[in-house]
């Protein structure tokens, strides 16, 4: 059974960046067939999209995010991480990884499906 | 960027019955739409993609319909452990941005 945990600080620093790892477990990292993710969910709001990366190291950011966003995957840690720089108190937020599945379009070439298996998320607080 | 409206933002049905759940795109994204299902404390769960096939596990009483702009999940007879919040999310492959819908929450009547 696939499994996928974040871990990393739960409390940043007004400016500083927030950095999560995600552990993937039961499963490769390496997969063909899938992209992985990172969503968060500010308390008693929605989800918002953060970004996506394939194990080949392809990124795709939200754009709103994008200028504070890095995503980066280790294949040999079967990890793949989120930095967001320059955060605010609007960061504060339930940080959840997830898998998303890989489709193709003949016309537009491969693109990032459904997420079918979420970690548990992690409460990340942003407060001097 | 691609808008998902949900509504109601809140529904009471009773146990037993039948719920439906609307969520509209501001534009069209194909059957490139999930619906997911989150309760209190917990993360998302999967339940719908392609706008109409259940996930992995998924009882049959949930089906998704539609395609376009105008998507629906219908719970056709409301279990106990049904009653959550519940999220459209639309994956369009272009422009490449990956959008929720603000949530339908669903309450015990």
């Known amino acids: 059974q696939l499994q996928l945990q974040e871990s990393g600080p739960g409390l940043v620093k007004p400016s500083e960046t927030l950095s999560l790892t995600c552990t993937v477990s039961?499963?490769?990292?390496?997969?063909?067939?899938?992209?992985w993710g990172w969503i968060r969910q500010p308390p008693g709001k929605g989800l918002e999209w953060i970004g996506s990366?394939?194990?080949?190291?392809?990124?795709y950011y939200n754009p709103s995010l994008k200028s504070r966003v890095t995503i980066s995957v280790d294949t040999s840690k079967n990890q793949f991480s989120l930095k967001l720089s320059s955060v605010t108190a609007a960061d504060t937020a339930v940080y959840y990884c997830a898998r998303a599945c890989r489709g193709y379009d003949i016309l537009t070439g491969y693109y990032i499906r459904e997420f079918d298996y979420w970690g548990q998320g992690t409460l990340v607080t942003v407060s001097s | 960027e691609i808008v998902m409206t949900q509504s109601p933002a809140t529904l009471s049905v009773s146990p037993g019955e039948r719920a439906t759940l609307s969520c509209r795109a501001s534009q069209s994204v194909s059957s490139n739409l999930a619906w997911y299902q989150q309760k209190p404390g917990q993360a998302p769960r999967l339940l719908i993609y392609?706008?109409?096939t259940r996930a992995t596990g998924i009882p049959a009483r949930f089906s998704g319909s539609g395609s376009g702009t105008e998507f629906t999940l219908t719970i056709s007879s409301l279990q106990s452990e049904d009653f959550a919040v519940y999220y459209c999310?639309?994956?369009?492959?272009?422009?490449?941005?990956?959008?929720f819908g603000q949530g339908t929450k669903l309450e015990i009547k």
């Open positions: 039961g499963g490769s990292i390496s997969s063909s067939s899938y992209y």
């Open positions: 990366i394939y194990y080949s190291g392809s990124t």
């Open positions: 392609g706008a109409s």
């Open positions: 999310q639309q994956y369009n492959n272009w422009p490449l941005m990956y959008t």
